[in-house]
């Protein structure tokens, strides 16, 4: 017996070194092998887009003088490429091209547009929110400051203000547009049906150009969530037709390139995950740019058909890093989504989803609150998010869901 | 007006999109050891590339020959825009790079760093400037050490510099935090006190019928088991922490669980070898591994790693000694009678067994 003892002994001492020494060696700095050796591959700068903007440096290198026009067209290129590839470097440069108006509190109209546009991309709302007002006070009349004013009201939640920005619009702009942008809020405030009657009317008048008419989907598929609709198999298809003809207007010629916006893939993706459809929404995410809501949504789609992979987790261990530290208040919702659904960490994702709740407020953000809540046990956590959404009257079916798994 | 107005429909729509990717990011680590500071900035090739130009055949690929040829613009590039100083004088700062490394799935180039101050400082300030005119949403992540403690800060085209006062690092503070960090992890880490229940169990009840330790002896042997495999947990725990060892975190919470249920066996299985010291050590270096995630979770890094490790590592001791002695005196009255020795060791033990068949459900 001892002998047999002894040689299971030394099979568990083995079973415990190979473990150790295996996967061991982390991360560390190498010599690659050889000079042909490729580190890194570099996003492609070819296509119209990067050319024009080759073309625009040259000619302000030419004539400075034309210099605001030239540099706002360049930016706007820059953040229409940011768009459809998700990177943030893109919003940086077009930040730097802005850089000689950047300490002048009245810069050309057409500046200060992109620098508010440029403030709300990285989440600094209450900067692009005066920006705007300063701007609408030298130009009251400028329909862009009212839909963009309209467009962060709506995200941090206060529906008065949007309401109003884009009931401007009607005046100052097509009614399309201003009926648009008052159906994303009524579609968050419990007039969702009223809202996607409107959008459904909107979208089968002809002529539309395609940006608007991806625009028009996507707001329709979002509004046909809100009502309960989603994307699992054999229920209404309302809302993935609508992302479905999105995604194909984009293709149309709407952005940059002929390419679907980060927000609309984003968007189907998320509407396919939730109706169990993991298998559709890799598929849709496959060639999508690497910005993290994409990874993080293949990650997802990865885990349900049982193919997740370490390095993908890492990856965005690493990008993620700062936001899941509570570093950077501008992915708190990346974070939270992350720490939730792939650590599964839900006290750490409670953290960052309140977090993200004092700078953001729309139904995917009250939703990663409640479930981050529900999941770490911890009810009265939320409790301020379901008393707010209740007295903001924000009517969403998933939240609602959600809403009555919380003790009364 | 087209222009314009495709502008702001694109906006509403972006208002609420996620700012997608993370901005481009630099890693800066110094160590300040006496008047001599050593550290790297990992620079990704993407900024490089950017700020110095590294695609010479503009192939949308980034090549190590292209990364060599361009080595001493890189050094030149990053030393000028990289400056500590220590009591108001620039410390002698010599810049290389011969190596590249990966993060996040993307290649970094690794500048190494090497330098004297005129005294050993009390107090750095690390100026940083490379990239922000290119590129200004660049964020650089610093993190400075001295004497066993990090502080670390994220410097930005609007804060570019940081300033540290080595001497008011506590070590303590950290020891102590991190003290009842362990304590607590033992405490929710129901794998880990499973795991210590069955180890004592048989020491106290006896395996066979009729054998039965005094309790000094039993005392004696716990302290021997509970050792070796304290032992193990702080090798691989240290070992880990310091970045020797890196091993997934599912295979660490995977094996872990798988060594309950192999101790629950071992319990029950007549035949089976005791659950001894030397086994208690084996199963410890894995049970360390699981301690070492717990650590890095709570940010260890920042704390100051030493202090942090051995902070840690005494709350777990405690935790662990806090459950036995509590245990202890139930279990020495049970063994008295032959029945609920071996009820309480046979239920104890499945109970065990059954909890790590779930727990390695999960986690495989």
Redesign the interface.
């Known amino acids: 017996m001892a002998v047999v003892g002894r040689r299971r002994m030394s099979a568990a001492v083995l079973f415990c070194a190979a473990l150790l020494f295996a996967a061991a060696a982390g991360a560390a700095p190498f010599v690659p092998e050889h000079d042909q050796q490729i580190l890194e591959r570099l996003p492609p700068r070819s296509g119209s887009e990067w050319t024009a903007i080759a073309a625009l440096h040259e000619q302000l290198e030419r004539d400075p003088a034309a210099a605001p026009a030239v540099a706002a067209e360049v930016a706007r290129r820059y953040l229409e490429l940011f768009r459809v590839e998700g990177d943030a470097r893109l919003v940086a440069y077009a930040q730097r091209e802005l850089a000689p108006w950047s300490s002048l509190a009245d810069p050309p109209v057409e500046i200060a547009l992109l620098r508010a546009e440029i403030a709300q991309l990285e989440h600094r709302f209450a900067e692009a929110e005066s920006d705007l007002q300063r701007l609408l006070e030298r130009v009251p009349r400028e329909p862009q400051a009212w839909l963009t004013l309209a467009a962060i009201e709506l995200v941090r939640g206060d529906y008065a203000n949007s309401r109003r920005a884009c009931a401007k619009l009607v005046l100052l702009h097509d009614a399309l547009v201003a009926g648009a942008c008052l159906a994303a809020v009524q579609a968050a405030t419990g007039e969702a049906a009223q809202a996607l009657a409107f959008l459904e009317r909107g979208l089968e008048s002809a002529e539309l150009e395609p940006a608007l008419a991806a625009w028009l989907e996507t707001l329709a598929a979002e509004t046909a969530e809100a009502l309960g609709g989603n994307c699992a198999p054999g229920s209404s298809e309302a809302a993935p037709n609508h992302h479905r003809a999105a995604l194909a207007s984009a293709m149309d010629g709407g952005s940059a390139g002929a390419r679907p916006s980060v927000y609309s893939l984003v968007a189907y993706a998320d509407c396919l995950l939730r109706g169990g459809e993991a298998r559709a929404a890799q598929a849709l995410l496959a060639a999508a740019p690497p910005a993290d809501p994409i990874l993080l949504r293949l990650a997802v789609a990865e885990k349900r058909l049982g193919e997740q992979s370490d390095a993908r987790l890492e990856q965005l261990r690493f990008r993620l890093q700062l936001a899941l530290e509570g570093r950077a208040a501008a992915h708190a919702r990346e974070a939270t989504y992350f720490a939730l659904y792939l650590l599964e960490q839900p006290e750490l994702a409670l953290a960052r989803a309140l977090d993200n709740w004092e700078v953001q407020r729309e139904p995917i953000d009250a939703r990663l609150v409640l479930e981050s809540a529900l999941a770490s046990g911890r009810h009265e956590a939320a409790r301020p998010v379901v008393d707010w959404l209740a007295v903001n009257g924000v009517e969403h079916a998933d939240l609602k869901t959600l809403i009555a798994r919380f003790a009364p | 007006m ?24 630099s890693l800066l680590t110094l160590t300040v050891d006496g008047d001599v500071i050593r550290g ?1 900035l990992d620079v ?3 900024d490089l ?2 700020a110095v130009g590294l ?1 010479a055949d503009a192939d ?6 292209e ?2 040829a361009r080595e001493q613009d890189i050094v030149r590039y990053a030393a000028q825009r990289l400056r500590v100083d220590a009591a108001g004088s620039a410390c002698e700062l010599a810049v290389s790079q ?10 970094y180039a ?1 500048l190494d760093l090497e330098g004297a101050c005129p005294a050993a400082p009390r107090r750095v300030r690390v100026s940083y400037g490379l990239m922000f ?7 650089s ?1 610093v993190e400075i050490g001295a004497g066993g403690t990090t502080t670390s800060a ?1 410097l930005s085209a609007e804060h570019r510099a940081i300033e540290t006062d080595l001497a008011s690092l506590s070590p303590w503070s950290s020891f102590a935090r991190f003290a009842a960090e362990g304590v607590s992890h033992i405490w929710h880490g129901y794998d880990h006190l499973a795991f210590v229940a069955l180890l004592v169990l048989p020491i106290v009840l006896g395996r066979g019928p009729g054998k039965r330790r005094s309790w000094r002896g039993a005392s004696l042997e716990i302290l021997r088991v509970v050792t070796a495999f304290t032992l193990a947990h702080s090798t ?1 725990l240290a070992l880990a922490a310091l ?6 975190t ?2 660490v919470e995977s ?1 872990i669980a798988l060594s309950v249920l ?1 101790a629950a066996v071992l319990n029950v299985v007549p ?4 659950l001894g010291a ?2 208690a050590f ?2 410890g ?2 049970h360390g ?1 699981g301690f070492a995630t717990a650590l890095g ?1 709570l ?1 260890a890094r920042d704390a100051g790693m030493l202090a942090s490790l051995l902070g840690f590592n005494a709350g777990v001791e405690l935790g662990q000694i806090a459950v036995v002695a509590a245990a202890l005196p139930m279990l020495l009255a049970l063994r008295c009678s032959a029945f609920w020795r071996n009820a309480v060791r046979y239920a104890g033990s499945a109970a065990c067994g059954a909890l790590a068949v779930v727990w390695l459900a999960q986690r495989l």
């Open positions: 087209t222009g314009r107005r495709l502008l702001a429909l694109l906006a509403c729509v972006a208002a609420s999109s996620a700012f997608a990717h993370e901005p481009s990011r790297h990704s090739l993407r590339e950017e695609d949308a690929a980034i090549s190590w020959g990364v060599k011969k190596t590249v490394d990966t993060h996040g799935g993307a290649a690794v005119d290119v590129d200004p949403g660049h964020r992540l994220v691989t970045g020797v060892l890196d091993v997934p599912r295979l094996a192999l035949a089976a070898p005791r030397k086994l084996g199963f270096l894995v591994l979770d940010g």
